[in-house]
């Protein structure tokens, strides 16, 4: 297991661990269920061991780190429930999103969906699966953004890091890809239609079929390493 290494290290050594061993977990570069040992972080990043032992505390009380009392630290495991449940609120959350945005969005919202909609399309084309993840996330997020609802907002933020791994894990299919942007276009139509009851019941629908899509091409326990308990 090995960790993406930036270039500069900043003064705050710990913050910049912490930056460093959590991106890569959120990118599945370190996969869930993998040990990080802590000397060989140390050794990859060139630090000592005390700021990437304080990044794991750090990761632990975010939930992306356990810590196995004489034995270790690994990364937090992605489970069936895990997933289920994760998907159960942000449908609940999404939809709701959708469906008071629906009404209050701008000409230059639509105009811009528009063109987010067709770069992801575009992007699944040409095979550009990064592309297509940043645009995903750019739609999503904007119809949240622009709910008026700031406990809402802050809900879903708090997901942010776990659906960021969940998004990672639905590129490993190109059906559920596409399929995702057809879903996508139909919200984006009932959307110009100011429609925001079919909005947010076509949100709700494509987030629970990106669930059953996954759960069904996900592997858990090739995505879980085996751990100690």
Known sequence: MRVRNPSGKPSALKDWAYDTIKESILNLRVPPGAQLHIEDLADQMGISRTPVREALLRLESDGLVRAVPRVG???????????EDLFEVRALLE????????????????????????????A????????FLETEIALHTLLIERAPNRQLVGMMESLQDLTHRERILSLESLENVRESCIEHRRIVEALHQR???????????????????????????????????
């Not at 959708?98 to 399309?121: G, P, Q």
């Not at 699944?124 to 592309?131: F, T, W, Y």
């Not at 059953?212 to 592997?219: A, H, P």
């Open 73 to 83: 630290f690994f990364v937090t495991e992605i489970t069936r429930r895990d997933l």
């Open 95 to 122: 939809s709701h999103a959708a469906e008071k945005a629906a009404s209050l969005l701008t000409e230059d919202d639509l105009s811009h969906i528009d063109r987010l909609l067709e770069t992801s399309v575009s």
């Open 124 to 131: 699944v084309e040409q095979g550009d699966l990064d592309r």
């Open 195 to 229: 429609d925001g009851e079919l909005a947010g019941r076509l949100m709700r629908e494509h987030i629970c079929a990106v669930r059953d899509r996954m759960l069904q091409f996900v592997d858990l326990s090739h995505v879980n390493a085996d751990t100690p308990t």
